[in-house]
């Protein structure tokens, strides 16, 4: 695929609306430590021991054409980790993980769609 094919499309990407969230310090009987929960986009929190990933992205299937304007990375996990460490403070450190590469398409004026590579294929000209 050259920039401007016209692409035929089975799927794209959308955001999961999941997140992570830091209550301060809290008291247990082992000790004293931030807490984390993972929040889903209706509101509703579970709390988190000492690691957790999400998906940022979820794949929605739909048929649709458009024109191919490029490639694009997006990292497609989040990771929550708890680290004890004498050199610095205890606490939760959050990184994205797991780069993926999708392809921009545009399916209608001033309208994008990321699709994963495998769901994109020219179209016949």
């Known amino acids: 695929m050259k920039l401007g094919d016209k692409v035929k499309?089975?799927?794209?990407?959308?955001?999961?609306?999941?997140?992570f969230k830091v209550y301060p310090k809290k008291e247990t009987p082992e000790n004293i430590c931030d807490v984390c929960v993972l929040v889903d986009q209706d509101?509703?929190?579970?709390?988190?021991d000492s690691w957790a990933r999400c998906d940022k992205y979820i794949v929605k299937s739909k048929l649709?054409?458009?024109i191919y304007v490029g490639i694009t990375n997006k990292y497609t996990k989040?990771?929550?980790?708890?680290?004890?460490?004498e050199?610095?403070?205890d606490g939760w450190v959050f990184s994205s993980v797991s780069p993926q590469k999708f392809?921009?398409?545009?399916?209608?004026?001033?309208?994008?769609?990321?699709?994963?590579?495998?769901?994109?294929?020219?179209?016949?000209?």
Do not use: H
């Open 9 to 19: 499309c089975t799927g794209y990407i959308t955001k999961t609306g999941l997140w």
């Open 43 to 48: 509101g509703k929190e579970d709390e988190i």
């Open 64 to 66: 649709f054409t458009g």
């Open 78 to 85: 989040f990771d929550a980790d708890y680290v004890e460490n």
């Open 87 to 89: 050199y610095s403070d």
């Open 103 to 125: 392809a921009v398409v545009y399916y209608a004026e001033n309208k994008k769609r990321l699709v994963p590579l495998d769901m994109v294929e020219e179209v016949g000209k």
